[in-house]
T-cell receptor
Framework: NAGVTQTPKFRILKIGQSMTLQCAQD?????MYWYRQDPGMGLKLIYY???????DKGEVPNGYNVSRSTTEDFPLRLELAAPSQTSVYFC??????????????FGDGTRLSIL | DQQVKQNSPSLSVQEGRISILNCDYT??????FLWYKKYPAEGPTFLIS?????DKNEDGRFTVFLNKSAKHLSLHIVPSQPGDSAVYFC????????????FGKGTLLTVNP
């Protein structure tokens, strides 16, 4: 079972470059999420989606964009990379929301460095 | 302002003993709490959750206790096993929210054989 797949696993960007972090899930989950984890900190929600065509901002959305054209895919776009965006990015999905016995499934993360 | 606090960055216990991981929160509007475990180079894995209408929830070796008056919750692992060595995150959800979590910074648990 693939679960949640994130690509790439590692990337180094120069300041001002752009890139897309890919996230795909094969569990037919309606809800998908993007988090970032800075060193020594907890995860912070960037964006989330409750279904294809529906996205909303989380706690730290500035500098990022998302789209959800299919149930399976939820890419995260960085348009003008800044050093403050150096972080580990996690994508997650869930069948329903956070409550109940069907929690989020996480990918293994993308480690991004902006130099 | 950190609303979910895990004040112990690390904890070391012997195999077979009890591990107790603590979490404090400041926002009284949190009404649902979760614990996640994370191994290096992997994403977090859900462990156990508790609603504010309960004060205890148990799943195998893992038990979460909630003290609403003290705004404190704890995760008990009994007995601890070397495979439990990981970073444990406490997370909380606001009343009425089904999508947003506030995470603590995590506690690194090391279980020594």
């Amino acid at each position: 079972n693939a679960g949640v797949t994130q690509t790439p696993k590692f990337r180094i960007l120069k300041i001002g470059q752009s890139m897309t972090l890919q996230c795909a899930q094969d569990m037919n989950h309606n809800y998908m999420y993007w988090y970032r984890q800075d060193p020594g900190m907890g995860l912070k929600l960037i964006y989330y989606s409750v279904g294809a065509g529906i996205t909303d901002k989380g706690e730290v959305p500035n500098g990022y964009n998302v789209s959800r054209s299919t149930t399976e895919d939820f890419p995260l776009r960085l348009e003008l990379a800044a050093p403050s965006q150096t972080s580990v990015y996690f994508c997650a999905s869930s069948y329903r929301g956070l409550r109940g016995n069907q929690p989020q499934h996480f990918g293994d993360g993308t480690r991004l460095s902006i130099l | 302002d950190q609303q979910v606090k895990q004040n112990s960055p690390s904890l070391s216990v012997q195999e077979g003993r009890i591990s107790i991981l603590n979490c404090d929160y400041t926002n009284s509007m949190f009404d649902y709490f979760l614990w996640y475990k994370k191994y290096p180079a992997e994403g977090p894995t859900f462990l156990i959750s508790i609603s504010s209408i309960k004060d205890k929830n148990e799943d195998g070796r893992f038990t979460v206790f909630l003290n609403k008056s003290a705004k404190h919750l704890s995760l008990h692992i009994v007995p601890s096993q070397p495979g439990d060595s990981a970073v444990y995150f406490c997370a909380a959800s606001l009343r009425g929210s089904n999508y947003k979590l506030t995470f603590g910074k995590g506690t690194l648990l090391t279980v020594n054989p």
